[in-house]
C-alpha cells in the first residue's frame, strides 16, 4: 500500500461504519486525520437565495406556454394536506392522505414510526436521514380518520412527536395524535 | 317460543364472533393472559353494542411498547370504563348505539374531555358521520391544549352550522396557527369560535371565495317566492 | 412536527399540476439550497452552479406533468440537475481551475477557527481534481448525507461499486491535500 492511501478500517470509518474507539490504536492517528478531512467538507455550506425569484420569474415568462395545461381538468385541489383518491384501488369511497413525518434527531442512529397503522410495529417503518443535520423523515399514505402514533429512536426510545398534539397512552407515556 | 331461542342464540353467535376476532387480530402479538382479558372485555362490550377496536389496539399497542401486562391490564379496562361513559354520554345526547362515535368518544375522554362534554356535542344534532369527526377533532383540540369550555364551544358551533368534515379537520391546525401567532390554546378556539358564529349569522367573511365573486347582475331573474 | 402542518412535495406538485403555479416556490425554496451544494461542488463554481440549479428548476416545471411519483419530486428533480451539471462539465472542461477553487472557498461558511482559507481553497481544488463520478459520490454522501443505498437507489447502480468509488476517492484526497492538513 503506498503512503497516501487509507488503511481499509479508516475508510469504513469515512463510510460510517464503524467508529473512532473501533480502530486499533495504531491507526487512530490517521483515522483522526480523516476525520478532520470530512469534517471539514460536511461544515461548508452554499446558499442562493437569488434562485428562488430568479425561477419563478422565468416562470412567469413561459406562463402563457402552459396556460393548455393549467385549464386541463385538475387533480383534486389541494389544501394544507391533499385529499385524492388512488386511481383503481382503494375504492372511491375511502381517501387517502399523504403524511410527512420529520423528526430533528441528531445523535439517532435509527429512527422508526409506530402506530395504530402499523399495528405499533416498530420495525415496520423506518424514517431516513435526509440529510447531515439530524433530520429524519417518512412520507406515509394513510387512511382518513385518526392516528396515534409516536418515534421510535434506537429501537428502544418511544419518543411523541413534539409538533403534534398529543393523548396519555394509558402506560404513562405520550402518543402522538393525527386527525386527517 | 323460536323467537324466545332466537334471541340468545343470536348474542352467542355474536359473542363467538367477537371472540373469534379478537383471537384473530391478537395472535402472536400479545401474552396470553392479556388475549384472554381482551376477550372478556371485548365479549361484554359487544353484547352492549360497544366497539372493541379500541380494547384491541391498547392491547397491541401496550405489548409492542414492552408495557408489563399488568398494566396492560389496567388501561384495557381504563378503555373499556371510557366506551362505557362515551355510550351513555351519547345516548343522554339523543344519539343512538353507533360504534363509531362510540370509539371517537372514547378518545375524546382519553384526551381529558368529560361524559358531558359527549353529550354537549351530540345535542348540536348532528349526524353521527359528522358528530364522530366532531369528537376526534375535539378530542385532538384538548390535546392541543384547549380547554373543555372553548373546545366544546368551538366544535359545536361547526357542528350546528352543519360544516363539512374537511372544516372540522383543519380546526387544530387553524387553532396551532393562531398560538404560534402568540394566542393561548383558550383563546385561540374562542377567537376562531366567535368567527365560525358571524359567519353563521352573516355569511362568509370578505376575502373567501374571492375567486369568485358574484356577478353584478344576476343571470336569470330571481324565482318568485314559494306559496305558504 | 405534523407531519400535516407541512405539505409534501406530492401536495405541492399535485397543487401546481392543478393550476396553483405560486406553490412551485415552495419546492424552490426547499431543495434550492440542498442542490446548491451538490452543483458547487460538481461544477467547481458558484456561479455556474447557481445558472445550473435555476435552469434544473426551470426544466422541472416544464416537464412537471411528466413526474409519475409526484411524492418523489426531489429523486425525480435531482436526476434533471445531474444530467445539466454532467453537461456543463462536459462543455467546459477547465472549470476545475484555481479560479473556480476560490470563488466556492469564498462562500464556504467556516466555524471551525484552526480552518483557513488556504485549506478550503486546497479542498475544493482536490475535489475537482476527482472524477466526476468519484466527486459525485463524495458529495452525495458527504455533503447530502445521503446513505449508501438511498445514492445507490438514487443513480441506479449498487453499494459496492460505489464504496469502491469512494475508496477511490478517500486516497485522492488524502494525497492531494496531504500537504494541507
Known sequence: MSGHEFHPLVKQLLDGDITLADLPAELRAEGEEALRLLARVARTDVTMPAVTWRVMAALERR?????????????????????????????????????????????????????????????????????????????????????????????????????????????????????? | MIALLAIPLTVLSMQQAADSAIAQRLAGRVPPQIASLVEDLGTAAAAHGLPIDPLIQKAIEGSAKGVPPDRVATALRVVAMHLDTAATALRDGGLPSDTLAIAAGEFAISAGLSGSDITALARTGANAAALTVGLRVAGTLAALGVPPAEDIGLVSVELRAGEPASTLLLLPANVQAEMAKGATAAQAAAGLARAAAAQARHGPPPGRGQGHPPPPHPPHPPAPAPHP | MRSGSQATDGDIVRAVLAGDRERYAQLVERYRDRYARYATRMLGSVDAAEDAVQ???????????????????????????????????????????????????????????????????????????????????????????????????????????????????????????????
Open chain 3, 55 to 181: 435552469d434544473a428548476f426551470v426544466r422541472a416545471y416544464d416537464q412537471l406533468a411528466q413526474c409519475k411519483e409526484p411524492d418523489k419530486f426531489v429523486g425525480w428533480f435531482f436526476l434533471i440537475l445531474r444530467n445539466r451539471c454532467f453537461a456543463e462539465r462536459r462543455r467546459n472542461r477547465t472549470s476545475a481551475s484555481l479560479e473556480a477553487a476560490n470563488g466556492v472557498a469564498a462562500v464556504d461558511r467556516s466555524d471551525g477557527g484552526a480552518e483557513t482559507a488556504e485549506q478550503r481553497r486546497a479542498l475544493q481544488l482536490a475535489l475537482l481534481g476527482l472524477t466526476p463520478d468519484q466527486r459525485e459520490v463524495f458529495v452525495l454522501k458527504h455533503v447530502e448525507g445521503l446513505s449508501y443505498s438511498e445514492i445507490a437507489e438514487r443513480l441506479s447502480t449498487s453499494v459496492p461499486s460505489l464504496k469502491m468509488r469512494m475508496h477511490r476517492a478517500y486516497d485522492k484526497l488524502r494525497e492531494q491535500l496531504r500537504d494541507h492538513t
Open chain 1, 63 to 180: 406562463r402563457r406556454r402552459f396556460l393548455p395545461w393549467l385549464l386541463a381538468p385538475a387533480l383534486a385541489a389541494a389544501a394544507v394536506l391533499v385529499l385524492w383518491l388512488r386511481p383503481g384501488s382503494p375504492p372511491p369511497s375511502a381517501p387517502v392522505v399523504t403524511v410527512r413525518f420529520v423528526l430533528v434527531a441528531p445523535e439517532a442512529r435509527q429512527v422508526s414510526l409506530a402506530g395504530t397503522f402499523n399495528q405499533w410495529d416498530s420495525h415496520a417503518t423506518p424514517l431516513v436521514r435526509t440529510g447531515p443535520t439530524g433530520v429524519w423523515t417518512a412520507t406515509l399514505t394513510l387512511p382518513a380518520g385518526q392516528h396515534q402514533y409516536a418515534f421510535v429512536v434506537d429501537g428502544v426510545r418511544w419518543v411523541p412527536d413534539p409538533g403534534a398534539p398529543a393523548v396519555d397512552d394509558g402506560f404513562g407515556r405520550r402518543n402522538s395524535v393525527l386527525t386527517l
